[in-house]
């Protein structure tokens, strides 16, 4: 189910302008295009039954569910993997200072809730050595 926020402007003829609708896809979007401006953080893993599901790209972008409620307030679970050997907690405090901030900046909303789910450990980007 999709919950949309609906804020008017202030102020005289604020009847005339109209209003903003944000909808939780609209800041699931903007929240997974945050997450890129962090370091260490990748997409997340899948899994089934608590394995990894071999195929999926931690290169891709974390994922975002966004929950918007009617006071301009927005609630967000994220999953994602980070950057073995970076402290997952460093990294996930600074992806939610992040997200609380930028969310704010962009779309006017106020983050009350950011969970986290790590869900892989990424091995650091290296080249891929070949036996001969």
């Known amino acids: 189910m999709d919950t949309a926020i609906t804020t008017s402007?202030?102020?005289p003829g604020?009847?005339?302008?109209g209003s903003t609708t944000i909808s939780d896809?609209?800041?699931?979007r903007i929240a997974a295009r945050v997450l890129t401006e962090v370091e260490?953080?990748?997409g997340?893993?899948?899994r089934l039954l608590g394995i990894a599901v071999p195929g999926e790209?931690?290169?891709d972008s974390a994922r975002v569910a966004a929950k918007v409620s009617g006071d301009s307030?927005?609630?967000l679970d994220v999953r994602l993997s980070v950057a073995y050997p970076r402290s997952v907690a460093h990294t996930?405090?600074?992806a939610r200072a992040r997200l609380v901030r930028r969310v704010a900046d962009l779309t006017g909303l106020t983050v009350t809730r950011v969970d986290i789910t790590v869900t892989a450990l990424r091995a650091p980007d290296s080249p891929t050595r070949r036996v001969r």
């Open 25 to 28: 896809r609209t800041v699931e």
């Open 73 to 75: 307030v927005a609630a």
């Open 44 to 46: 997340a893993a899948g």
């Open 92 to 94: 996930t405090e600074e």
């Open 9 to 11: 402007a202030e102020g």
């Open 57 to 59: 790209h931690t290169e």
């Open 14 to 17: 604020a009847a005339q302008r």
């Open 40 to 42: 260490n953080i990748g």
